[in-house]
């Protein structure tokens, strides 16, 4: 049995099976106020780590803006529509080639509408993101019933090459899928962890700087 090939299929497999992770994965946008700031924070996944938060901040957003463009399809043309974020010195595409502009414009004028009035927002692109654990169940688990088949019917499934060839293609992707899924775990956890310890140390920092201050002003 080619053991190469098994593991480029594999391989292949578990890309797929990632894309479809990180496909899902709705992208999430933000407007904070940080030390009297307006931040813009877009937060979406990692390719290879589909359960790790990739992080974004700006600073100095001025506007929000919706960009038209044609598409060619093989036999037509069409309108998508990006949503643009615009900085001093550069540009940032918020969601791209969107064809509902409806939605869009909704984002837009939200976005504007915090800018103006210096007000936080949260907007999470609407896609089937809540359900990115259950598919990947689905994606793990679902074709083990092709294996349990042949073993419930009796079939002598060892002595069958091509139904240990998917057997094998099948255990090796899902363990690379899995052995990345865990990674992402363990580097999301730490940074969550760090991230808590960094807050942590500024909330001491400022408990110190207002206990000096206040102390100051008794001394005066």
């Given at each position: 049995?080619?053991?190469?090939?098994?593991?480029?299929?594999?391989?292949?497999?578990?890309?797929?099976?990632?894309?479809?992770?990180?496909?899902?994965?709705?992208?999430?946008?933000?407007?904070?106020?940080?030390?009297?700031?307006?931040?813009?924070?877009?937060?979406?996944?990692?390719?290879?780590?589909?359960?790790?938060?990739?992080?974004?901040?700006?600073?100095?957003?001025?506007?929000?803006?919706?960009?038209?463009?044609?598409?060619?399809?093989?036999?037509?043309?069409?309108?998508?529509?990006?949503?643009?974020?615009?900085?001093?010195?550069?540009?940032?595409?918020?969601?791209?080639?969107?064809?509902?502009k409806k939605g869009m414009l909704k984002y837009c004028e939200q976005i504007n509408k915090s800018i103006v009035s210096f007000e936080e927002c949260d907007i999470?692109?609407?896609?089937?993101?809540?359900?990115?654990?259950?598919?990947?169940?689905?994606?793990?688990?679902?074709?083990?019933?092709?294996?349990?088949?042949?073993?419930?019917?009796?079939?002598?499934?060892?002595?069958?090459?091509?139904?240990?060839?998917?057997?094998?293609?099948?255990?090796?992707?899902?363990?690379?899928?899995?052995?990345?899924?865990?990674?992402?775990?363990?580097?999301?956890?730490?940074?969550?962890?760090?991230?808590?310890?960094?807050?942590?140390?500024?909330?001491?920092?400022?408990?110190?700087?207002?206990?000096?201050?206040?102390?100051?002003?008794?001394?005066?």
């Amino acid at each position: 049995m080619n053991f190469s090939f098994i593991f480029i299929i594999a391989v292949v497999i578990s890309i797929c099976e990632l894309a479809v992770l990180y496909i899902v994965t709705p992208k999430k946008f933000e407007l904070k106020i940080i030390d009297n700031i307006l931040m813009a924070i877009i937060s979406k996944d990692y390719f290879f780590l589909p359960f790790t938060t990739k992080v974004r901040k700006y600073k100095g957003i001025q506007e929000a803006y919706i960009r038209s463009r044609e598409e060619r399809g093989r036999y037509s043309k069409y309108t998508v529509y990006d949503l643009i974020l615009k900085f001093p010195k550069k540009a940032v595409v918020l969601f791209y080639g969107k064809m509902n502009k409806k939605g869009m414009l909704k984002y837009c004028e939200q976005i504007n509408k915090s800018i103006v009035s210096f007000e936080e927002c949260d907007i999470t692109e609407f896609k089937i993101g809540k359900e990115k654990k259950i598919i990947l169940l689905i994606l793990l688990f679902v074709p083990l019933v092709f294996f349990i088949a042949p073993i419930i019917n009796n079939t002598n499934y060892t002595k069958d090459l091509d139904y240990l060839l998917y057997l094998y293609i099948y255990i090796t992707a899902t363990s690379i899928t899995t052995v990345f899924v865990l990674l992402s775990l363990v580097i999301n956890r730490r940074i969550n962890l760090e991230n808590n310890g960094k807050n942590k140390d500024k909330k001491n920092i400022d408990i110190d700087s207002e206990s000096k201050r206040i102390y100051d002003s008794l001394i005066k």
